[in-house]
T-cell receptor, first 114, second 113 residues
């Protein structure tokens, strides 16, 4: 079935370690996004990419990095520079042309830094 | 994009219609109203969107007032699986407007057995 796959679902890391979260989609979507969600809060945009080999900072990009080498993949690295990395991370994608604006989300990755 | 105001929480009895309000008094003429929902610890799910006409799909109905300053999402026969946080968002419908979507804190809807 078509969709977005995030892995791992749960991740524990020690403070100071870099962590990479995977996001893969087989929907043939051009645009991909990474959001962060803290308990009881809405979603905040970290990075987004409208096309392969191009990406833009969102509202809270500091301490994060991304790459978009393939259309299907948009991995997010949470670096040691991110002051408070414990959160629920959501990846999403959407079509480029003829878009209704619908975002398709993955199931999320919950990162806990010990 | 215009801001939206939603109640923090609502309850609804199972089998009844759930009516979720949203105020967007500063909406512009070319901004659409979108609704998503997020079931606990999952990614948000698109429900419906509209510009000025009322819309209906298999999940819900969207009623937009004539002045477009508010809207109501209607789940016609709520089930326990409809318990979720519901987000009302307004945005300009462009090819790449999704990066402007703002998911606030939404309305936490609880369906009561």
């Amino acid at each position: 079935d078509g969709g977005i796959t995030q892995s791992p679902k749960y991740l524990f890391r020690k403070e100071g370690q870099n962590v990479t979260l995977s996001c893969e989609q087989n929907l043939n979507h051009d645009a991909m996004y990474w959001y962060r969600q803290d308990p009881g809060q809405g979603l905040r945009l970290i990075y987004y990419s409208q096309i392969v080999n191009d990406f833009q900072k969102g509202d809270i990009a500091e301490g994060y990095s991304v790459s978009r080498e393939k259309k299907e993949s948009f991995p997010l690295t949470v670096t040691s520079a991110q002051k408070n990395p414990t959160a629920f991370y959501l990846c999403a994608s959407s079509m480029k042309t003829g878009s209704t604006g619908e975002l398709f989300f993955g199931e999320g990755s919950r990162l806990t830094v010990l | 994009d215009a801001k939206t105001t939603q109640p923090t929480s609502m309850d609804c009895a199972e089998g009844r219609a759930a009516n979720l309000p949203c105020n967007h008094s500063t909406i512009s003429g070319n901004e659409y109203v979108y609704w998503y929902r997020q079931i606990h610890s999952q990614g948000p799910q698109y429900i419906i969107h509209g510009l000025k006409n009322n819309e209906t799909n298999e999940m819900a109905s969207l009623i937009i007032t004539e002045d477009r300053k508010s809207s109501t999402l209607i789940l016609p026969h709520a089930t326990l699986r409809d318990t979720a946080v519901y987000y009302c968002i307004v945005r300009v419908d462009t090819n790449f407007g999704n990066e402007k979507l703002t998911f606030g804190t939404g309305t936490r809807l609880t369906i009561i057995p």
